[in-house]
């Protein structure tokens, strides 16, 4: 219980504030909601600016933080290459709905869950802290890969998507 009130009193206040923010907007997500166009975008810009800001300030030779780097933006992208994004688009006011799912609430919860695990292993376990940090840079590149991916889609499920009033709703 002392390690664990350790780790807890060491962990930044913004980390406390992003993890409730990611759980937030992951449970909003479970129920069908309408939305601006804007709003779609925050939880993937938080992702893919955290995912780079992990590439950038990563110590170490950049060649093997790249690479750890690069195969986990691979794996994310084809990941999301599965991913199914049905929206409803109102052009006019500038509005989606998309359906529920338990999906954004998980993904959320697995990558903030993944950065703060591996970082604070990467701390109270010396013995594992390269292995960690290198797991840890391949969970950002993973996040861009998999936002990127998934940007995509909503791009092309928006492009597609027929239009309906949905001020009124």
Same mark, same amino acid.
């Given at each position: ?27 909003? /997500? ?18 893919? &600016? ?7 300030? /990563? ?20 990941? +999301? ?30 990558? #903030? ?8 292993? +990467? ?9 960690? &940090?290198?797991?840890? &840079? ?8 998999? #936002? ?5 889609? #909503? &791009? ?14």
């Amino acid at each position: 219980m002392e390690i664990l009130s350790r780790i807890i009193s060491h962990t930044p206040t913004w980390i406390f504030a992003l993890f409730a923010f990611v759980l937030f907007m992951g449970a909003r /997500r479970m129920r069908t909601s309408v939305q601006s166009t804007g709003r779609v975008w925050l939880i993937p810009g938080v992702f893919i &600016i955290w995912g780079l800001y992990g590439l950038v300030t /990563r110590p170490g030779p950049l060649g093997p933080v790249l690479m750890d780097w690069a195969v986990g933006a691979v794996v994310g992208l084809g990941l +999301a290459s599965f991913a199914t994004i049905r929206v409803e688009v109102d052009r006019e006011h500038g509005l989606v709905r998309q359906p529920g799912s338990w999906v954004p609430l998980v993904r959320n919860l697995f990558l #903030f869950g993944a950065h703060y695990i591996l970082n604070v292993l +990467a701390a109270v376990r010396p013995d594992l802290h390269d292995v960690a &940090i290198a797991l840890d &840079i391949g969970v950002s590149g993973f996040s861009v890969g998999y #936002f990127a991916g998934w940007s995509w889609g #909503f &791009i092309q499920s928006y492009r597609r998507a027929p239009d309906v009033a949905l001020a009124a709703t």
